[in-house]
Each structure stands twice: as C-alpha cells, then as structure tokens.
C-alpha cells in the first residue's frame, strides 16, 4: 500500500513541475524582440508574427498579408492592437518546460482557445504588399 502511495505522490509532483506558468510582459520582451515567432493550431500553421523594436509588430496569419501592430502587457496578459481591429486582442502566454501556448483572454479569463509556438526564428516575417518584415 505504501507503493501505491508513493506512485501517487511522485505522479502528483511530476504533474506540479509540469505546470503551465504565465510568462510575464518582461519576460515576454526578452523572448520575442527581433524574433519571429511561428504559432499552430491543431498541429496545422496558424500564423506568425515579427516583434520589431519599441513593441511594434507585423502579424501574418498563415499565407496571408501582414498586419502592423503594436503590443502591450496588462497584468500577466500580453494584449496586442492592429489598425484593421476594432480593439486589443489579449493572450496569456503559458510556459510549460520547453513548450509554450498562448491562452486567449477575454473580460480577464482565458476562453478556451489556445494557439501553440512552434518555433522563433531570427529571421523577419515574409510579407506579402506594402507592410515588409525587417
């Protein structure tokens, strides 16, 4: 019985140090400024997004035109503004050990749809028409 519930505990404590920790607005900046970071919904591309100097950023859903913008932290959200949208657009960034989500944020709780970071380059975003990454 005893092994049992050691099993149980050392599941319990695998499961804590797996825990999805928000990543803060200034951890976030560290991460993304003069990366491009490459998102999947559903294991399919969904889109990326560049972040530029002086939290500006050029978003691209995938094979679509990019979409200037500009990024801000509120409390443990990180909110974005584009021209084309008629207000922020707020996503609690998750770490999980090496992996990392993004939560979407509506009224201050998360909605349920999440979008996973694929990959962060170096290298800018491809823009198709006038609104180039770099």
């Given at each position: 019985m005893r092994?049992?519930?050691?099993?149980?505990?050392?599941s319990a404590l695998a499961t804590a140090a797996r825990a999805e920790t928000p990543v803060s607005p200034e951890a976030f900046e560290a991460m993304t400024e003069g990366r491009t970071l490459h998102f999947r919904l559903g294991g399919v591309p969904f889109g990326a997004?560049?972040?530029l100097p002086g939290r500006r950023t050029l978003w691209r859903f995938a094979e679509d035109a990019c979409e200037p913008g500009r990024w801000y932290g509120e409390g443990d959200a990180i909110c974005f503004v584009y021209e084309t949208q008629p207000g922020p657009i707020c996503w609690?960034?998750?770490?999980?050990?090496?992996?990392?989500?993004?939560?979407?944020?509506e009224d201050g709780a998360e909605t349920g749809f999440h979008i996973d970071l694929d990959r962060i380059e170096a290298s800018p975003l491809a823009c198709l028409g006038p609104n180039l990454g770099s």
């Open positions: 092994t049992v519930a050691a099993l149980v505990l050392l997004e560049q972040f609690r960034f998750l770490r999980d050990g090496e992996d990392f989500t993004a939560a979407l944020i």
